[in-house]
C-alpha cells in the first residue's frame, strides 16, 4: 500500500492550498462575524474547478475524483469552514446528478454548477419531523400529466436560498415507506418555492443554512432524477460521498486548531515544557493523523469503484469526533485567552461541532457501521 501522493494529487493539494491561503482565510473570521455569505469566494473556486471535482470532464466537471476531493476540503476547511461546507454539497449534489440523472439533467445542470452561474447546490432531505430517520419524510410529489405537483417543508437546508439547483427528495407513494421517495431537481424560480427562516448558528455561520417550502410547485417529469421510488437510495448514495466530504472537513478544522495551538504555545514562554500541553498536542497531532487516514481511505475506495459505505461512516465519525476533541484541547492550551472571540480557536471549537451532526450524525454512523460489521459475519 503506498501512502504517497502521485503526482497530480500534489499539485491539486498545492493548488488547493493556495486558493484557500489567498482567498478563504483572509475573509474567514470577518465573514463569520457578519454571518456574510461567501459569494466571492465561491466564485474562485468555480473558477479553479473545485465545484464539480467528482463529476468527469466528459460530463461537463473538472473529473478530479474523490482523493482529489478529500484533499481540497481539508485545505479549504483548514483556512474557512462555512465555505468549505458551501463546497462539499455543492459537489454532492453534482455527484448524484451525474450517477443518476438523465442526459438532460446532467447537460442543463452540471455546466452551471462547474462554471459559476449557479452559487451553489442545495440537498433537501432533511424535515422538521424526519432528520435521522429521512424515510419518515412528509414531502410529497403527486404526478398530474407531464408535471410533478411538490408539497412540504425542508429544514436545515446548507444554500437553500443561494443554490440554482437543489435536489429534493418527497413521496411518490406515501403508503410505501422509503420505497416510495422519488428525487427531484426544483429551481429556486419555480412558482410556489420560497425561502423561511434563516437559522442562527452557532458555528459556520458565512454559510447560509434555511428552511425551504413547497406549495403546489410544479416539476416537469424530466426533473426527476432516476426512476419513481429510488429517490432514498439516491440521497443515501449521496450521503456516502458527502460523509467523506465531511470527514474531510473535520480533519481541515482540526488541523487548524492544533496550529493554533502550537503558534500559542510558540509564543508562550515556558508552556511548551508542560508536559499536560505536550500531552494534548500528541493526542491532537496522532487522533487527526489516524482521522485523515481514514477519510482517504474512503476517499480512494471511491474512486475504485468500491463499495464504501463503512469505511465512509468510519471516516465521518471518527474524524469529526477526533477535531471536536482537538478544538477542545487546543481551548485548554490556550488557556482563558481562547474565549475571545479574536481567537481563531474560539471559532475552531464553534465551527466544528456541527460536523458530528450533518450528513448523519455519529450516532447514525455508528448503526451504519454495526449493520454492515453484523452483515459481513453472516
Known amino acids: 500500500m503506498d501512502f504517497a501522493l502521485d503526482a497530480p494529487h500534489e499539485q491539486l493539494r498545492t493548488l488547493a492550498r493556495r486558493v484557500a491561503a489567498e482567498a478563504l482565510a483572509p475573509r474567514a473570521a470577518a465573514y463569520d462575524r457578519e454571518q456574510r455569505f461567501?459569494?466571492?469566494?465561491?466564485?474562485a473556486l468555480a473558477e479553479r474547478g473545485f465545484l464539480t471535482m467528482l463529476v468527469p470532464k466528459v460530463a461537463g466537471g473538472s473529473g478530479h475524483g474523490s482523493v482529489a476531493y478529500a484533499l481540497a476540503m481539508m485545505e479549504m476547511a483548514e483556512a474557512c469552514a462555512a465555505t468549505s461546507v458551501t463546497m462539499a454539497v455543492t459537489?454532492?449534489?453534482?455527484?448524484?446528478?451525474r450517477a443518476w440523472g438523465s442526459d438532460y439533467l446532467q447537460n442543463k445542470y452540471i455546466p452551471s454548477l462547474h462554471d459559476g452561474r449557479f452559487t451553489a447546490g442545495a440537498f433537501a432531505l432533511s424535515e422538521p419531523g424526519a432528520g435521522s430517520d429521512a424515510s419518515s419524510l412528509k414531502a410529497t410529489a403527486v404526478?398530474?400529466?407531464d408535471r410533478y405537483v411538490l408539497n412540504g417543508n425542508k429544514c436545515w437546508i446548507t444554500s437553500g436560498d443561494r443554490a440554482g439547483v437543489i435536489l429534493v427528495m418527497a413521496k411518490t407513494d406515501p403508503a410505501a415507506g422509503s420505497k416510495g421517495i422519488s428525487a427531484f431537481l426544483v429551481e429556486p424560480e419555480m412558482a410556489g418555492f420560497s425561502v423561511g427562516r434563516h437559522e442562527e448558528k452557532m458555528g459556520i455561520r458565512a454559510s447560509s443554512t434555511v428552511t425551504i417550502n413547497l406549495e403546489d410547485v410544479e416539476v416537469p417529469v424530466e426533473n426527476r432524477v432516476g426512476d419513481e421510488g429510488v429517490g432514498f437510495k439516491i440521497a443515501m448514495r449521496a450521503l456516502d460521498g458527502g460523509r467523506i466530504g465531511i470527514g474531510a472537513q473535520a480533519v481541515g478544522i482540526g488541523r487548524a486548531a492544533l496550529k493554533a495551538a502550537v503558534e500559542y504555545v510558540g509564543t508562550t514562554p515556558g508552556r511548551a515544557d508542560r508536559a499536560s500541553v505536550r500531552a494534548r498536542l500528541a493526542e491532537m497531532s496522532a487522533e487527526l493523523e489516524a482521522a485523515r487516514l481514514l477519510v482517504m481511505r474512503a476517499?480512494?475506495?471511491?474512486?475504485?469503484g468500491?463499495?464504501?459505505?463503512?469505511?465512509?461512516s468510519m471516516a465521518k465519525m471518527f474524524a469529526t469526533?477526533?477535531?471536536?476533541?482537538?478544538?477542545?484541547r487546543a481551548l485548554e492550551i490556550v488557556g482563558p485567552d481562547a474565549v475571545d472571540a479574536r481567537q481563531a480557536v474560539e471559532r475552531f471549537f464553534r465551527d466544528v461541532r456541527v460536523t458530528m451532526i450533518y450528513e448523519g450524525t455519529s450516532e447514525v454512523q455508528r448503526v451504519v457501521i454495526a449493520r454492515?460489521?453484523?452483515?459481513?459475519?453472516?
Open 38 to 43: 461567501p459569494l466571492e469566494q465561491m466564485a
Open 91 to 97: 459537489n454532492m449534489v453534482g455527484d448524484a446528478i
Open 299 to 304: 476517499a480512494d475506495m471511491k474512486d475504485r
Open 306 to 312: 468500491i463499495p464504501f459505505t463503512k469505511q465512509a
Open 321 to 328: 469526533e477526533a477535531a471536536n476533541r482537538a478544538t477542545h
Open 372 to 378: 454492515q460489521v453484523l452483515a459481513e459475519v453472516q
Open 143 to 145: 404526478r398530474k400529466g
